[in-house]
């Protein structure tokens, strides 16, 4: 996730915390629900923390990931996006570990009192739909065809998101309304794009008449639920949300996840993949995005 060198200040700025290798394990052990074992196989090095965990350790010890990054930087040079890659349609246990870990990273950072998420979309945002389940699968079915090979397009009857796959999007969803402040910026035909796409593969055969009636009730309760939470202002859980609607059609679709000592930028590609930053100038620049939107 971060460079070598970012990764040892931030052990070492751990330790500052604590004077004693003890007092280190069992307050880790607490943080992390994780056995005394697994945290000296990290403290020795043998294994690191994930994403997740550094998330979490950074907000009890109020350890800034952002000065470490911008020591580090000063350094050892490092590129600034890295590609997650997950396999939605096949996944194993690796790709669940990496969902499961960016949930648990989510749910950290939800508790801060600044919490803030931002989503800069030509598409409708991955959180809007996960709760539906043919337009979820819809997203499935074109990120299979996006990546595979034409002679192994697969129809969207034959994809269907897994229980574990379903499981995890719903603890997502849970997180994500604990956020103090979610915005969502949304291009004027995004609608009208997402239809066409449809249309697409009806005609192309790959989605059926059926299915397709299937999409659009689904999309009329999705339109429904932005009426109600552009009314509202804030999800069921008094959380605040804001929607806005521009002209302007984005060259790609950003979204950012910020707290006091954390911030995260991802660029959304081919539907579900996403490229993702922790350096604090990327997402300064996508957050002067929303501002000049």
Known sequence: MISQHAYDIFIEEMKKRMQKSTEIVLVLSEILFIGRESIYRRLRGEVSFTFAEIAKISNYFNISLDGILQQSATVVPC????????????????????????????????????????????????????????????????????????????????????????????????????????????????????????????????????????????????????DRLTLNGAFETGKKVEIYISPVKFDSNYFYFKSLNYCLTLIRSLTLSSGYSVDTQVFDRTKRITVKI
């Not at 096949?90 to 499961?100: E, I, K, M, S």
């Open 79 to 226: 590129s600034s996006f890295y590609l997650q890659v997950v396999d939605f349609i096949n996944p194993g246990d690796a790709d669940y570990t990496a969902l499961r870990n960016h949930v648990d990273f989510v749910e950290c950072i939800s508790q801060d009192s600044l919490s803030e998420i931002a989503w800069i979309a030509n598409i409708i945002t991955v959180p809007l739909i996960k709760a539906y389940e043919y337009l979820y699968n819809f997203y499935l079915f074109k990120w299979n065809y996006q990546f595979t090979s034409i002679h192994e397009i697969k129809k969207m009857a034959d994809i269907k998101a897994t229980d574990r796959l379903r499981s995890i999007n719903k603890d997502y969803l849970k997180r994500i309304k604990q956020f103090e402040k979610n915005t969502y910026i949304l291009n004027e035909k995004t609608i009208a794009n997402l239809v066409k796409d449809i249309s697409y593969f009806v005609n192309a055969q790959l989605i059926t008449k059926e299915e397709s009636s299937k999409l659009k009730d689904e999309l009329y309760l999705l339109i429904d639920e932005l």
